[in-house]
T-cell receptor
Framework: DVKVTQSSRYLVKRTGEKVFLECVQDMDHENMFWYRQDPGLGLRLIYFSYDVKMKEKGDIPEGYSVSREKKERFSLILESASTNQTSMYLC?????????????FGSGTQLSVL | RKEVEQDPGPFNVPEGATVAFNCTYSNSASQSFFWYRQDCRKEPKLLMSVYSSGNEDGRFTAQLNRASQYISLLIRDSKLSDSATYLCVVNRNFNKFYFGSGTKLNVKP
């Protein structure tokens, strides 16, 4: 089974702090994604990466950056956390090969910014 | 217009009932279709892919209508454990996934 692991299940940070969310997948997937999920807004794509050191902005990249130095790891960085970044953050991965590309999610990080 | 639209519900049904959800998508170039299940405060998990010919997995049946651009999910003999939010997900190109906002199902004893 594909395993996508997020480093923290719950995080509490203060406004202005730099926050790192880590995600590791073990299935050699090319594509990795960061989403945030908020009530009433559904899942929104922040950034995705289709290869090592490659990244593309999603729908809501403002206030975030990402890093993909190794194929299995995709990090989301909040340079200066703000209260409106309080959310559930979900990492996902998918393969580029095969007939039907499925997304596999990590268990999520509930981030609270105070 | 949203890429993927779903009725948010909630659908409140008794155990043993049959319930159906629909989802519509706006872009005819969409290629792959999925239903995900999400429990409260948990990650979405793949329930089933949806194929043009329709497919079944136990009590769950998924259908795709490309002409009308909608996807359906039918759950027969509902169980209490089916209570969750069901997300319709559409894929266009290898890295473009579009999510519906989810349909909430409550199965009651």
């Amino acid at each position: 089974d594909v395993k996508v692991t997020q480093s923290s299940r719950y995080l509490v940070k203060r406004t202005g702090e730099k926050v790192f969310l880590e995600c590791v997948q073990d299935m050699d997937h090319e594509n990795m994604f960061w989403y945030r999920q908020d009530p009433g807004l559904g899942l929104r794509l922040i950034y995705f990466s289709y290869d090592v050191k490659m990244k593309e902005k999603g729908d809501i990249p403002e206030g975030y950056s990402v890093s993909r130095e190794k194929k299995e790891r995709f990090s989301l960085i909040l340079e200066s956390a703000s209260t409106n970044q309080t959310s559930m953050y979900l990492c996902a991965s998918s393969s580029s090969g095969g007939h039907v590309e499925k997304l596999f999610f990590g268990s999520g990080t509930q981030l609270s910014v105070l | 217009r949203k890429e993927v639209e779903q009725d948010p519900g909630p659908f409140n049904v008794p155990e043993g009932a049959t319930v159906a959800f629909n989802c519509t998508y706006s872009n005819s170039a969409s290629q792959s279709f999925f239903w995900y299940r999400q429990d409260c405060r948990k990650e979405p998990k793949l329930l089933m892919s949806v194929y043009s010919s329709g497919n079944e997995d136990g009590r769950f049946t998924a259908q795709l209508n490309r002409a009308s651009q909608y996807i359906s999910l039918l759950i027969r003999d509902s169980k209490l454990s089916d209570s969750a939010t069901y997300l319709c997900v559409v894929n266009r190109n290898f890295n473009k996934f579009y999510f519906g906002s989810g349909t909430k199902l409550n199965v009651k004893p």
